[in-house]
């Protein structure tokens, strides 16, 4: 919990450079705007579990990753039973990198989470992201395309989505696989972060079915 707090204080820093990326989604419809690898991601703005408004954009010139996540998932529950989430959060947060975890979740799902519980939840697994934010009407999962939880992003500092797909190329659910997956993610920002190319850009998603608002 308490990383969870100095993350918070490390984004309320961050937010004073703010630096608009090349595409700005202000308003959101709904409607699908998939981003490819390569082009620039769509800029948000949604709430965090603490009514906080937060905008991509505010991380203009870091590494940002968007994890699109469920607790009630039994995908997401073996990244974070494991362990293996929250050490990815820890390691590339502690590099200056913005892990924002992202709930599509619709109201009225049967696995919704108000934001305070939310929060409670992945707060009790020993979460460590920057921010924890609310999407319930499923705006910005859409923009993104984001198809299942956990559905993961790594954005570069220009703001161009160099990766976007699965955590790793185990499609289970069993913690068990976690050990000797090839973890995409990972790669990508260790990649990305030494100055090279990023050598697998996407990754066929697995997990739980996002439950968009309709």
């Not at 595409?23 to 082009?39: K, M, R, Y």
């Not at 906080?52 to 203009?60: N, P, Q």
């Not at 590099?95 to 799902?109: F, Q």
């Not at 009790?124 to 920057?130: E, I, L, N, V």
Request: glycine residues 10%.
């Amino acid at each position: 919990m308490r990383a969870f707090s100095n993350n918070r204080r490390r984004f309320t820093l961050s937010a004073a450079a703010v630096i608009a990326l090349p595409t700005a989604l202000t308003a959101l419809p709904g409607a699908a705007l998939a981003v490819s690898i390569g082009e620039a991601a769509p800029d948000f703005e949604l709430k965090d579990t603490h009514g906080k408004t937060v905008k991509l954009a505010d991380f203009k010139g870091r590494h940002v990753v968007l994890e699109w996540t469920n607790p009630g998932c039994p995908f997401v529950q073996k990244h974070y039973s494991s362990q293996n989430m929250q050490s990815l959060q820890k390691e590339f947060v502690g590099r200056n990198v913005a892990w924002l975890s992202i709930s599509s979740t619709a109201r009225g799902a049967t696995d919704y989470l108000e934001p305070a519980a939310l929060q409670a939840k992945y707060q009790g697994w020993g979460a460590a992201p920057t921010a924890l934010l609310m999407d319930d009407a499923g705006g910005v999962g859409k923009a993104y395309g984001a198809k299942t939880t956990p559905h993961m992003y790594v954005i570069d500092p220009g703001g161009k989505l160099i990766y976007a797909g699965g955590i790793d190329d185990k499609r289970s659910a069993d913690p068990a696989d976690v050990k000797g997956a090839r973890n995409f993610v990972k790669a990508a920002l260790t990649e990305s972060l030494a100055g090279k190319a990023v050598s697998t850009g996407t990754a066929t998603p697995y997990g739980c079915s996002v439950k968009y608002a309709s």
